[in-house]
């Protein structure tokens, strides 16, 4: 059983999105958190809940999203970030709020499956 | 288990077609149905699930598309019971479109397929179908990243189904931008359905381990589902007669022909409109009533009670011999029948009530009442059948001009007839009479003058040779021999 530590969060304002990255994570052996809204994350981040790992798309947000990365990374959580498009100025934005990786839509899930794993092994 | 090499043929449940299929499906191969919308694609699947479920088969509907009960309701209209057959019904319902979100986040290919996947695994699992029916497979494409994936999945998936010792019927909707090539290469075999402007046909144009009737076959769907009427292939059919003679009862005619028609020939009756064809065709008939023999006339031209009307009017009575059974009298209205329809109409009267003379009144009607192309080579397949059936042809053949330069046919088809019988106006001393003669007798000699041609109301009169005429192919002869000739 994962243990708090290990949740990961997944953000992003799609709930479709939301529930089949979750249930996703969960057949990988791992628990959840979602942060369905900016206000959400924030409180997620005001909260200091322990977090493994964050998957964060960003499709739909403000600029605002990005302050909130710059946070997460100040934290020291590992930071997935999910593009709409392929998108260079997205992906400079990215890596420049803290993201180890940038991912564009559709993701594979075997691809994403291998990342989870690699960003956890890498923090153990 | 897969099913083994022999000889087993699975009905597809159409009689028509399976007589294409030299018997039917073979067991354990998947045959894909290919055809545009309202082909009959489904209807076909119905009814190969029906004839298994009807031998006590299990059968499985697969639906990606239809809803199971908009598919029992059209079945029913359609008279077919589905009784016995299971349904995996895997269409969208409407809560699809009120309650789901949509997603982008993976694929569809990734999130849709292992639910799907699964439940048709369990389906399989638990009936344990030897029919599997699939409508329509090309929705799996939707289901895979790519081709590759694709056919990977699609070859996986019938083998799984085979391995089960199924025979499956699988559907594909393809067009322009969506080729379906690959199914085609995957199957055993190919049915394909067709709709144009001659109607509705159905093409066998694959099938892996047995031979079957090439080229289109015409098709209809209708109260009883569908119907296919094969092409008909006239060295498949034939029985030992012997070409016996036989007489027109006119003793004058017989001479003529050197004493009657032959069995097993064909002949053409060639003239002008109103000459008299059709009525030298009844005095055959009424002879072969009186032999006990029974004959068909289709008219394709003029309306039954013309006929009935004029026969009674020149003691031909074609109405006392439909009374006695000995004649059937039917119209063939316009466009009622594509050739293979007529074909098969013609043969069930040979081939079941015994018809020994069969009449088509007349050619340019068949051309023009039958719907399809190429109607020349098919009359000629349909001729061909009836010689070899014994049966006596009678082809009435209208020549456009009254008078003047004679011709056997406006239509180039006299290679077709054994006899041609040809009657003609002829103007002798300013008046308007009527001949008859012989042009061609393929298996015996013949009269080679003309005689004179009168249909009274005692009936038909033949007269004695016109020997001393010429000219009378102009149709405006002179004497020879005579006064005042030149």
Known sequence: MSDAADKLLIVGCNPKNQELLAAFIARLGYASVRADTLTELAQILDNEEPLRFALVDISGFNQEIWYLCARLHARDIPLLVISPRQSAAVRKLGYEHGAQTVMEKPLAMRELADAIHGFIQADQ | MKASASDERLSTGVSGLDEILHGGLLPGRAYLIRGGPGTGKTTLGLHFLIAGAQRGEKALFITLEEEQEDLLTDGARSGMNLEGVDFLDLSPGSDYFAEVQT????????????????????????????????????????????????????????????????????????????????????????????????????????????????????????????????????????????????????????????????????????GPTGVGKTSLGLQFIREAARRGEYSVLFSLEEEIDIILGRSNAIQLDAAAMLDKGALLLEKIEPLQYTPDEFARRVRHEVEHNQARIVMIDSVSGYRLSMRGHDLVSQLHALIKYLQNMGVAVLLTVETAQLTGDFRVT???????????????????????RKAIGVLKKRLSNFEKTLREFEITGEGIRIGQPLSNLRGILTGAPTWINREGAP
């Open chain 2, 103 to 270: 997603y982008d986040i993976f694929a569809p290919a990734e999130v849709e397929r292992e639910p799907l996947t699964n439940r048709i695994i369990a389906a399989v699992e638990q009936i344990q179908p030897t029919r599997v029916f699939l409508d329509p497979l090309t929705q799996f494409r939707y289901l895979s990243t790519d081709t590759f994936q694709f056919r990977k999945q699609v070859l996986s998936f019938l083998r799984f189904l085979t391995e089960r010792g199924c025979t499956i019927l699988f559907t594909s909707e393809h067009s322009a931008t969506t080729p379906d090539d690959d199914l085609q290469f995957m199957a055993d075999g190919i049915i394909e359905l067709n709709f144009d402007e001659y109607g509705r046909n159905l093409t066998v144009v694959k099938f892996r381990g047995s031979d079957f009737m090439g080229r289109s076959h015409a098709m209809k769907l209708g109260g009883a589902g569908m119907s296919v009427y094969p092409r008909l292939i006239p060295q498949n059919y034939g029985v030992t007669f012997h070409a016996d003679l036989i007489s027109s009862g006119l003793p004058e005619l017989d001479k003529l022909l050197n004493g009657g028609l032959e069995r097993g020939t064909v002949s053409f009756f060639s």
């Open chain 2, 410 to 432: 406006d239509h180039e088809i006299s290679y077709l007839a054994d006899n041609i019988i040809f009657l003609r106006y002829l103007e002798i001393n300013g008046e308007m």
